[in-house]
């Protein structure tokens, strides 16, 4: 056990429990109750194959990711990054590059630290691939979860940029919430124009949005 364990040790970040385990955040109990998605994988319209989300978008993963994003409560991002490793089970057997949805650099400057970034570290450990920087927000876009389907595809429109190429057959592209499918629509074209030769999405969660803007848990898990 590391010394700073001794003093404090390891508690689940959902109900305070001690002694979750070793690089563990989420005690069995939370884990086990946690929304997990049925079926996590679903088809994509688009030129995206496949879309795994692993949980709905409801308690406990919905006030995490917001306490993550909006609170600088980074201690979630391990918890969150442990929901991703969780249902990297079922991703194609191919995935050979990851690339986090990008954040535009002024968002990134007032938050700091990129969310996807930071969960997309442990999956790329799990599955012994490498990171790609292929692509750059360069519009900073409004957030997502206030506008409907049409509006993210507008305000997305130009938002990513080519860096460079990349050689892959099977680019995966990671974030915290897929609601319209909008933002890894826009990026998934620019990492086809990258080299890509195929793409795949995983999400930590999965929401549907209702009129009055609010995230809600998907229902069968369309995109």
Not at 12 to 32: D, L, N, P, T
Not at 205 to 219: E, F, I, S, T
Request: charge should be positive; proline fraction near 6%; hydrophobic fraction near 45%.
């Amino acid at each position: 056990m590391r010394f700073l364990d001794f003093l404090a040790p390891p508690s689940c970040v959902f109900c305070g429990v001690a002694s979750v385990g070793q690089e563990k955040s989420i005690c069995r109990a939370c884990f086990a109750d946690l929304p997990w998605n049925q079926p996590p994988v679903a088809t994509s319209p688009g030129i995206i194959e496949s879309v795994v989300a692993v949980t709905d978008y409801a308690f406990p993963v919905d006030k995490a990711i917001k306490a993550l994003k909006f609170e600088r409560k980074l201690f979630y991002s391990l918890a969150l990054a442990e929901i991703l490793c969780a249902g990297a089970n079922v991703l194609s057997s191919d995935i050979d590059a990851i690339l986090p949805v990008p954040l535009h650099w002024s968002r990134k400057l007032r938050r700091g630290f990129n969310q996807a970034a930071e969960i997309a570290k442990p999956v790329a450990r799990l599955l012994n691939v490498p990171i790609i920087r292929c692509a750059k927000r360069c519009k900073p876009t409004p957030y997502q979860s206030g506008l409907d389907a049409r509006a993210r595809m507008r305000s997305l429109r130009g938002a990513f940029i080519l860096l460079r190429k990349v050689d892959c057959q099977h680019a995966l592209i990671i974030d915290d919430v897929v609601t319209t499918g909008a933002t890894t629509q826009a990026l998934a074209k620019v990492l086809i124009d990258a080299g890509a030769r195929r793409v795949s999405v995983l999400a930590v969660a999965r929401a549907v949005r209702h009129n009055r803007g609010d995230y809600q848990p998907a229902v069968g898990l369309k995109v």
